[in-house]
């Protein structure tokens, strides 16, 4: 891959990371109540599922779910239904925060890290983007499975990067809400702002390639 092309790519993923998401409001959500450091798993967790994708996209795959109205639709209601799941804990989410109680044990790395892969595996929107994508950025000259690799990397970094300045900025927001009115009020928006992306999901509909 030519250095201008990847400089070219490297600015869309940034673009892309920047959006704001499901992504963004799941690592935004769990900064706001468990703090960076544990929100770590879930900034992995999203990572996992991208990768996840990138290969899918990589191997063919989402090409196929990109053609399939079938495929499409049954991994954008599963989105759907996890996205709204996810926004109805946290309006009814705990107005304390765990890691200041002792007898209240913190959410575990791994379910953290699950939860957030499923987030973005369950978007099909990320799946059909990315199969637009990748294809501008890839000469057929060369060998295509380097280029994926290097474009699926840029893209994880550039993520990872943009997820950890979302959950400090977030993290910031946590003495403003140590009040437990203050935390209703911020887990209701933020479960809001999770129902509201499963709406938006609802209402992609599938592009015939």
Known sequence: MHIHVWITFLLASIV???SPG??????MSNALSHGVRR???AILGLQAGLAATIALVGLGLGAAVAASATAFTVIKWAGVAYLIWLGWKKWNGATHFAVAERHVAPPAALALFGQATLVNLTNPKSIVFLVALFPQFIDPALAQGPQVLI????????????MVG??????????????PRRMRVANRAFGGLFIGAGALLAGVRHQPA
């Open 16 to 18: 892309l990371s920047v």
């Open 39 to 41: 929100t770590l798993p």
């Open 151 to 162: 474009m699926g990397t840029t893209l994880v970094l550039v993520d990872i990067v943009v």
């Open 166 to 179: 979302y959950a400090t900025l977030a993290a910031r927001l946590r003495p403003f809400v140590q009040d």
């Open 22 to 27: 499901a992504g963004a409001v799941n690592t």
